[in-house]
């Protein structure tokens, strides 16, 4: 078996909660060796917020496992130089901080690139290090809706709806940032250079709304909520309720698929009003509702798993997890937490050749392998023995 994609890439990772975490996760499941660093305090809050198994939030568990865990203060000027001297030897660092947070503490890219001039640094914020928002406190809900995602989420003449699916924190900061690394490590392998990566949350999850844009390039407006192309303007691209309250997915949008649906539907008759708008759409989405609404959803997915038109159910996540298609595809694996138990987890997504996916760390408790990574990084026995007992680490 072939070394993982990452292996031998070392990262250092400060972030905490979830988009940072999350986007380091990707980066160890490819098998980079990132070492989570937490100050000696509270470290990451992510450890206890909301609920969970027996020690550790869930959030915790599922979004640091791969990963060891190193405990250091570095408010002190001993921190700070064990730091410098561990980015000397790692290829990425990854901050969650507020723009200018790592200069004062002394360890930013301007310091660290002075001694790894092949260093990718990496930083996670809401509005990036310019602007007039860079010092600006944000969650997921102010990032989206800066981007003008909230305001197309919801049904015709009702609010912004709030998914749970936080898309400026895992679009946006998550998955551009791993973007981000791996370009930049790759021009780094090629020149010896490193380069600074600012990723802002709102830029990144702004720049993948594309017909919104398409809307206002061609209307010169957005089209209402829950009236646009792919958010219920089209009756072949909905959602229905069916006789049990539960719901089918349409996704029909090609005239083949449409046509399919309406003759399964018993309703032939309406294939040929497929990109209808306005009152007729309504009129065409209220006579499909009907049909959908006199058998239940189990009757519609038995139907419908034999005919190919782009028709689904709309599960639950406990259905999700039977599902035999993510089943197939490994989605789910559970690991065993030494402390925490039993830990059902989704795998890493993407599938590569001659690669098998593997948790072989669970989430490290705080600073667990402090001692070992240390004594890697060339520090002797006393010097880290002079560490804890100063509260470094």
Same mark, same amino acid.
């Given at each position: ?21 999350? #986007?380091?996760?990707? %980066?160890?499941?490819? !098998?980079?060796?990132? *070492? ?5 305090? /509270? $470290? ?92 600006? #406190?944000?969650?997921? %809900?102010?990032?989206? !809706?800066?981007?003008? *995602? ?5 049904? /015709? $003449? ?236």
């Amino acid at each position: 078996m072939r070394d993982k994609p990452l292996h031998g890439i070392k990262v250092l990772d400060l972030t905490r909660l979830l988009p940072g975490p999350l #986007a380091t996760l990707h %980066l160890a499941d490819l !098998g980079a060796d990132v *070492i989570k660093i937490e100050d000696t305090g /509270a $470290g990451d809050y992510a450890r206890t917020l909301g609920a969970g198994a027996k020690t550790h939030a869930w959030l915790f568990l599922l979004v640091n496992r791969n990963k060891r865990a190193l405990r250091l203060d570095l408010k002190q000027a001993a921190g700070r130089e064990a730091f410098l001297e561990l980015a000397n030897q790692a290829d990425v660092i990854v901050d969650s901080f507020r723009p200018g947070v790592v200069d004062k503490l002394g360890i930013g890219y301007d310091t660290v690139r002075a001694g790894n001039p092949r260093i990718v640094y990496c930083a996670i914020t809401g509005y990036g290090q310019t602007g007039p928002y860079q010092d600006r #406190a944000g969650h997921d %809900l102010n990032y989206c !809706g800066y981007a003008g *995602i909230s305001d197309q989420i919801g049904v /015709a $003449g009702g609010p912004p709806a709030i998914p749970n699916f936080q898309i400026g924190d895992l679009v946006g900061g998550s998955l551009s940032a791993v973007m981000g690394i791996l370009a930049a490590l790759l021009d780094a392998r090629r020149t010896g250079q490193g380069r600074y990566v600012d990723v802002a949350m709102t830029d990144c999850a702004l720049a993948h709304t594309i017909f919104p844009l398409i809307s206002q390039l061609s209307h010169g407006q957005v089209l209402p909520r829950g009236e646009d192309f792919l958010t219920g303007a089209l009756p072949c691209y909905s959602v229905y309720e069916t006789a049990d309250g539960r719901y089918m997915a349409v996704g029909a949008l090609e005239q083949k698929f449409w046509a399919l649906c309406c003759q399964t539907l018993g309703r032939p008759d309406l294939a040929e009003q497929h990109r209808v708008s306005g009152a007729k759409a309504a009129a065409i989405r209220a006579e499909v509702a009907v049909l959908f609404q006199s058998q239940p959803q189990a009757h519609w997915v038995e139907i419908f798993d034999r005919v190919d038109c782009c028709v689904t159910p709309v599960l639950t996540m406990a259905e999700a997890m039977e599902n035999e298609q993510l089943r197939a595809r490994g989605m789910f694996v559970t690991s065993h937490h030494p402390i925490d138990g039993p830990v059902t987890q989704y795998a890493f997504p993407v599938k590569f050749s001659e690669f098998e996916f593997a948790i072989e760390r669970e989430a490290p408790l705080a600073g667990e392998h402090s001692e070992e990574i240390l004594t890697e990084a060339g520090f002797s026995t006393a010097r880290i023995a002079q560490l804890r007992a100063a509260g470094v680490i």
